[in-house]
């Protein structure tokens, strides 16, 4: 079986605890519950990142996706400030934030 890239994105108010379960039960109920689905939904876990100052998004991303391992944890960062307001320009996410909602992203392999 080979493994496949995911990432997700979580705006609200919720921990990272919360936004990873949440992800993984919403996935879950689109892809079924029988594995190999390529998604967040095969984690049972994730390992939350510092991305450094000055450091793009996606090479941030790209640097990471080759430590992850389909069977083991996903990884999460929350986007803050500057990096928060490239990603919502080039990665088209709307609304913006309301004040009290933090931006989590989750990426890695999944199993498919």
Same mark, same amino acid.
């Given at each position: 079986?080979?493994?496949? +890239?995911?990432?997700?994105?979580?705006? &609200?108010?919720?921990? =990272?605890?919360?936004?990873?379960?949440? #992800?993984?039960? @919403?996935?879950?109920? /689109?892809?079924?519950?029988?594995?190999?689905? &390529?998604?967040?939904? *095969?984690?049972?876990?994730?390992k939350m990142l /510092?991305?450094?100052?000055?450091?793009?998004?996606?090479?941030?991303?790209?640097? @990471?996706? &080759?430590? @992850?391992?389909?069977?083991? =944890?996903?990884? $999460?960062? %929350? #986007?803050?400030? !500057?990096? #928060?307001?490239i990603f919502r320009?080039?990665?088209?996410? !709307? =609304? *913006? =934030?309301?004040?009290? %909602?933090?931006? +989590?992203?989750?990426?890695?392999? !999944?199993? $498919?």
């Amino acid at each position: 079986m080979g493994g496949e +890239y995911f990432e997700n994105t979580y705006v &609200g108010t919720e921990s =990272p605890s919360e936004a990873f379960h949440k #992800l993984v039960t @919403n996935e879950q109920w /689109e892809h079924g519950h029988g594995g190999y689905t &390529g998604t967040i939904a *095969e984690k049972t876990g994730f390992k939350m990142l /510092e991305k450094p100052i000055g450091q793009s998004i996606d090479s941030f991303i790209d640097e @990471n996706i &080759g430590r @992850n391992d389909k069977w083991g =944890p996903a990884f $999460c960062f %929350e #986007l803050k400030d !500057a990096d #928060l307001a490239i990603f919502r320009v080039k990665r088209k996410l !709307a =609304p *913006e =934030p309301k004040p009290g %909602e933090r931006v +989590y992203i989750f990426f890695g392999i !999944a199993s $498919c």
